[in-house]
């Protein structure tokens, strides 16, 4: 439930240590609103909690097993977060062929700065494993034909001349 209203108390209440090893300083907080009086506990960072009794805030207040708990609205990060949910939601209506054409790009570009010549039948299967994450049976064909484009000499070394040595 969200509270607007006016602090009226605000006292240190110990800390925790977060997931991220961050110590968070608690405080208790007692918000005057036109329904009475709420108190809940609520986290900062700073040792000491960076608004004053008298100051106006907008708290969710949220009933949980240890008790209160408080958490600071800032209306301007509000706001900004609407409009970024409102780019994701655009991103998510992306036609799904015009990502599977992005997706193809990519496959063939990873094959021609490989220095392979891109094939239609390989270059489908990695777009559909892209897309749908299975491994693509038999994708490992064009690596292997690939790799037996070498001379043919190769197994007995005395038979290669010197001058075709790259060093």
């Given at each position: 439930m969200?509270?607007t209203?006016?602090?009226?108390n605000?006292e ?6 977060s997931?991220q090893?961050q110590?968070i300083n ?8 036109g329904?009475?009086?709420?108190t809940g506990e609520i986290g ?5 909690y960076p608004?004053?009794?008298g100051?106006?805030?907008t708290v969710e207040?949220?009933?949980?097993n240890?008790?209160?708990?408080f958490?600071?609205?800032n209306?301007q990060y ?6 970024g ?5 655009q991103?998510?209506?992306q036609?799904?062929?015009d990502?599977r054409?992005?997706?193809r790009?990519q496959?063939?570009t990873?094959y021609?700065s ?5 094939d ?8 559909g ?7 693509p049976q038999?994708?490992?064909?064009a690596?292997?034909?690939a790799n037996q484009?070498v001379?043919a ?8 001349p010197d ?5």
């Amino acid at each position: 439930m969200q509270l607007t209203g006016t602090i009226q108390n605000i006292e240190s209440n110990g800390y925790y240590n977060s997931q991220q090893g961050q110590r968070i300083n608690t405080f208790l907080m007692t918000i005057s609103t036109g329904n009475g009086l709420a108190t809940g506990e609520i986290g900062s960072i700073q040792e000491i909690y960076p608004a004053n009794p008298g100051d106006q805030i907008t708290v969710e207040m949220k009933d949980t097993n240890h008790g209160t708990k408080f958490k600071k609205i800032n209306p301007q990060y509000q706001q900004g977060q609407q409009q970024g949910q409102q780019g994701n939601q655009q991103r998510r209506q992306q036609p799904k062929d015009d990502v599977r054409g992005k997706c193809r790009c990519q496959v063939v570009t990873g094959y021609l700065s490989g220095g392979v010549e891109p094939d239609e039948e390989h270059c489908e299967k990695w777009v559909g494993y892209i897309m749908n994450g299975p491994k693509p049976q038999g994708y490992l064909d064009a690596a292997q034909q690939a790799n037996q484009q070498v001379p043919a000499n190769i197994d007995n070394p005395q038979d290669i001349p010197d001058d075709d040595i790259p060093f």
